[in-house]
């Protein structure tokens, strides 16, 4: 009895270290993320954006200092939770009813434009025998909206993580390359402003990159380009829903099961893209300065994941896995420039 009273068994505190460990890999991401934001204000890595710098710290962080195991559920927590909540803000970006009124003729060159380009990329990454997974991130990527459409499809796809930072990396890239030199050929090309415009809108990858390229060209020229690009993230929703139909036809015809769960952050997507278009402004007045807010927030938000990521790649698999993709993405969006320059 009194060896028994004299025992009292210590518990040791599981959850709250694990909570403990959970918020400092949320905290870490936050802070890569935020060096990210004033890495980006550096010129030089002004042209990439805040998204392309965060990653390039993290890719760094990795490779001198290994993945930094101990906070492991949190970093994933932010490349997982918080990539969705932030495809789901991401949706008061896109006006419905804008592009509904006024951008369908723009929205049937978007729907050529983003078929294109998939299967172009697609089908060169087979002949170049590039990595099959990101080349498919790629095609999306080039063929709506950059890394917003690569965060949005990655779970769809069951993509890994290194594959998802690697080409949102090389979109970043390639997306600023091709922008700039927009700007740079624009006086010399036979196009009006409005034309100009269209051709920016529906073939460059990222909105930065759409807005960058067409802003030179004035007002009215930047409007249609941004309408132009608006349309191809409308297309995300029924081509997420496409991509996941064609998993689960491919899982079903390997293993006799499907493996797919619905993506619910796209209905978020839609909900919020509703409630920005038909809401906001008519019913709910909100300055163009909160709204200038959240932007940066949501897009601080998707920065973080990024981070989450980033962390996943390793330089010496770098080399080998994303070369091809590269050659595959860089000769696709060469041709969609000429391709959407004719259609203009």
């Known amino acids: 009895m009194e060896n028994q009273n004299a025992k009292i068994v210590k518990k040791p505190l599981v959850n709250s270290n694990s909570k403990g460990l959970w918020l400092a890999g949320i905290a870490f991401t936050f802070v890569i993320a935020a060096f990210g934001f004033a890495l980006s204000t550096i010129p030089g890595f002004s042209r990439i954006g805040p998204l392309a710098s965060a990653i390039i710290i993290a890719v760094i962080y990795r490779q001198f200092f290994g993945y930094p195991e101990a906070i492991r559920s949190g970093i994933q927590f932010s490349a997982k939770r918080l990539l969705r909540f932030a495809i789901i803000l991401y949706g008061l970006k896109l006006n419905i009813d804008v592009v509904i009124h006024q951008g369908l003729g723009l929205i049937v060159r978007d729907l050529f434009v983003i078929t294109f380009a998939i299967l172009v990329t697609v089908w060169l990454g087979k002949l170049l025998k590039a990595d099959s997974s990101i080349s498919l991130l790629l095609g999306v990527g080039t063929g709506v909206c950059g890394a917003a459409a690569i965060a949005a499809v990655s779970p769809i796809l069951k993509a890994k993580d290194d594959d998802t930072a690697i080409s949102v990396g090389i979109i970043a890239l390639v997306g600023t390359v091709f922008s700039i030199t927009y700007t740079i050929l624009r006086p010399i090309l036979p196009l009006s402003n409005i034309q100009y415009g269209i051709w920016s809108g529906i073939s460059l990858h990222e909105i930065a990159h759409v807005a960058l390229a067409g802003a030179p060209a004035g007002q009215d020229a930047l409007a249609i380009a941004l309408l132009a690009k608006l349309g191809r993230v409308l297309l995300l929703v029924p081509l ?33 893209s509703l409630f920005g278009s038909y809401v906001l402004g008519k019913y709910i007045t909100i300055s163009k300065s909160t709204l200038n807010d959240i932007s940066n927030f949501t897009s601080f938000i998707l920065t973080t994941a990024m981070v989450g990521l980033g962390l996943n790649v390793s330089l010496r698999d770098l080399r080998t896995k994303a070369l091809k993709p590269l050659i595959a993405m860089l000769i696709s969006s060469i041709l969609l420039s000429i391709l959407a320059f004719f259609i203009a």
């Open 240 to 272: 997420s829903f496409i991509l996941m139909y064609w998993m689960n036809r491919k899982n079903a015809a390997v293993s006799g099961t499907t493996k797919i769960e619905f993506p619910w952050f796209l209905i978020g997507f839609i909900l919020m």
